[in-house]
């Protein structure tokens, strides 16, 4: 029963690319929340998604950054044009349901921009 | 908005003995999760406990156990027994429901705990 699956789990991008995150959440998990953790901080929230829909975008930046959850496939944090600043850790994390568990995270991709 | 303060940016605790992280949050809600979560070096995310905040009696898991003060907003994590494994960043964080439909986590900045042997 594998758990919550990050890829890549480090990647590096150049100045002016695009990022792309990917999360499949556990078996059975139909909601998915992404999360960013920078340097010497805690996890902040960016985005809560179900199959095909997005819930709470509260937390995103407003320019450059997207998420989808797709009915098939995993969930892709998308990030355009990427600049220094976006270097951070990403988490995803997913649940069965819309509840208080303190969901189930995965190992983080670790983004650099070059 | 919700903070979450974890006011001992570094801690360190000998081998077998007993360590107390504290967390202080603000809330103006009654109903509320809060959660004390371990990141190794491998930057996994590891739930180590969970409180409701309308159980009045103290969460423990094994050698982990925790002292919510409500009126206080303050749930420290005591470690006994510790061991070189429990060496890691410690999270404290605060769920509620949004307002815009989801249960964001708000963690603090973390501790960071080492085990001297």
């Known amino acids: 029963n594998a758990g919550v699956m990050q890829n890549p789990r480090h990647l590096v991008r150049r100045r002016g690319q695009e990022a792309r995150l990917r999360c499949s959440p556990m078996?059975?998990?139909?909601?998915v929340y992404w999360y960013r953790q920078l340097p010497e901080e805690g996890l902040k929230f960016m985005v809560y998604?179900?199959?095909?829909?997005?819930?709470?975008e509260s937390g995103m930046p407003k320019e450059r950054f997207s998420a989808e959850f797709p009915k098939e496939g995993p969930s892709i944090l998308r990030i355009q044009q990427v600049v220094r600043g976006d270097s951070a850790a990403y988490f995803c994390?997913?649940?069965?349901?819309?509840?208080?568990?303190?969901?189930?995270f995965g190992s983080g991709t670790r983004l650099t921009v070059v | 908005a919700q903070t979450v303060t974890q006011s001992q940016p570094e801690m360190s605790v000998q081998e077998a003995e007993t360590v107390t992280l504290s967390c202080t949050y603000d809330?103006?809600?009654?109903?509320?999760?809060l959660f004390w979560y371990k990141q190794p070096p491998s930057r996994q995310m590891i739930l180590v406990i969970r409180?409701?905040?309308?159980?009045?009696q103290n969460a423990t898991e094994n050698r982990f156990s925790v002292n919510f003060q409500k009126a206080a907003k303050s749930f420290s994590l005591k470690i006994s027994d510790s061991q070189l494994g429990d060496a890691a960043m410690y999270f404290c964080?605060?769920?509620?429901?949004?307002?815009?439909?989801?249960?964001?986590?708000?963690f603090g900045k973390g501790t960071k705990l080492s085990v001297i042997p």
């Open positions: 409180q409701e905040a309308y159980k009045q």
């Open positions: 964080a605060y769920q509620e429901f949004s307002g815009a439909g989801s249960y964001q986590l708000t």
């Open positions: 994390a997913s649940s069965p349901g819309l509840e208080y568990y303190g969901y189930t």
């Open positions: 809330t103006s809600e009654s109903d509320y999760y």
């Open positions: 998604l179900q199959k095909e829909n997005i819930i709470d």
């Open positions: 078996k059975g998990h139909s909601h």
